[in-house]
C-alpha cells in the first residue's frame, strides 16, 4: 500500500500525551520492521500496528525512514547512558571492558532484522558533528570501564576499531553477531590494544 502524501509541518512532541504516542509508534515501527522486514515496513502498517490513525504518524514523522532514524537516536542515547553510568564492581558481576562491549552488541535487542535497518538509515543521515559525539559516549564508557589509562588519541583508534567491528557484523548480516565468540574476540581486541598502548610498543 502507498504511502500518503504528507503535510511540511511536524509537531514537535513536548506533553506527556504526545510522547507517549511517539514512544508507541517507535514500538510498533521495531515490531513491524522484525516481522515483515523492510519490505513490509510502512507507515500504514506501523499505523495499524500501533493503533492509531495515520494522521498521528504524519503529525511526528514526515515519513518511514524519519521514524528509523529517530529508533537509531534514540538507541544511540540509550547505550551512550548506560555506558556512562558506573555503578562500581559487584560480586559476580562482568569485567567493565566486557560489560561495555555487551552492551553495543545488545543494542536493539534481539531485533536483528530492525538493528540493520536502522543502522543503516542512522549511517546515512547523521552528521560528522553527530557522530563524533556518539563516539564521545562510546570513548566515555571506555575510559570509565578500562584498568589502563588510555590518552584522547588512544580511546579514538579503540572505539572506532571496536564499534567499527560491530558494524560491520550488523551491516553483513554475520550470523556470529550475538555469539559468546565474537564477544570474547571483541575483548580480545581490547584488552591487547589497551596493554600495548600503555607500554607504548611502537617500532
Known sequence: MNEQVVPEQR???????SLATVD??????AQVLEITGEAGFNTNAIAERAGVGIGSIYRYFPDKHAILVEMGRREMARVGAELTIDPGPKAGSLAPDRQAIRTFLR???????????????LLGQLSAGELQAAFAQAEAGMASRSGTPLDRIQLFV???ALLGAMRAAVLEDADFLLSQQFEDE????????????SRRLYD
Open 158 to 160: 579503540l572505539s572506532r
Open 24 to 29: 508507541v509508534i517507535l514500538e510498533a515501527a
Open 11 to 17: 509537531v514537535i512532541p513536548r506533553q506527556q500525551r
Open 107 to 121: 543494542a536493539f535487542g534481539e531485533r536483528t532484522r530492525a538493528r540493520r535497518v536502522v543502522v543503516l538509515a
Open 186 to 197: 571483541l575483548v580480545l581486541l581490547s584488552r591487547t590494544y589497551a596493554s600495548a598502548a
